[in-house]
């Protein structure tokens, strides 16, 4: 068994989260020290809520509630955690795999042939020495995407032989 993602994923994400809300408290902070938040709630609460409005957009579009906490390949399947949520994806559930990047941060991504707990997609981040190296990280959503196709022509029905079965 072994860890193939970012070993500080929850960290990472709460540090996204605790910035969002230190930006969000630093704009706020003045209007509620001086008290014209309360003199003129609107003029002040409505650059708060486009600033929390913008944060949610950049967290959601950036597929951040998504990214899988723990992936550990166990040989034949990976084993993905998400918060205290824990699911078993054979190799042959795996469609594809591949790497993209946002906001300069590399992931990789399971496209899954059937939906489970998580959708039918994983995304993760890969561990953190390979962040600066893109080819290892492709090289990780190859080898997965080998294993893959390999796992499901071995798990494909084989074809029946019908010539030894004809019925007279």
Not at 37 to 65: C, E, K
């Amino acid at each position: 068994m072994q860890i193939i993602s970012f070993k500080d994923t929850v960290l990472y994400k709460r540090g996204f989260w605790l910035s969002a809300v230190a930006l969000i408290a630093a704009v706020a902070a003045p209007s509620i020290v001086d008290k014209s938040m309360f003199d003129q709630p609107a003029v002040h609460t409505i650059p708060i809520f486009i600033l929390s409005v913008f944060w949610l957009y950049f967290l959601q579009n950036g597929r951040f509630f998504s990214i899988a906490d723990e992936v550990v390949d166990c040989g034949n399947y990976l084993k993905v955690r998400r918060a205290s949520t824990e699911v078993k994806i054979p190799f042959s559930l795996i469609s594809a795999a591949e790497v993209s990047t946002a906001y300069r941060m590399h992931r990789i991504t399971l496209h899954l042939r059937e939906r489970t707990r998580f959708g039918t997609r994983v995304d993760f981040w890969p561990r953190a020495s390979q962040w600066g190296n893109l080819s290892a990280v492709r090289a990780v959503a190859i080898d997965l995407s080998e294993r893959s196709r390999r796992a499901a022509v071995a798990d494909a029905p084989k074809p029946r032989d019908f010539r030894g079965s004809r019925e007279t």
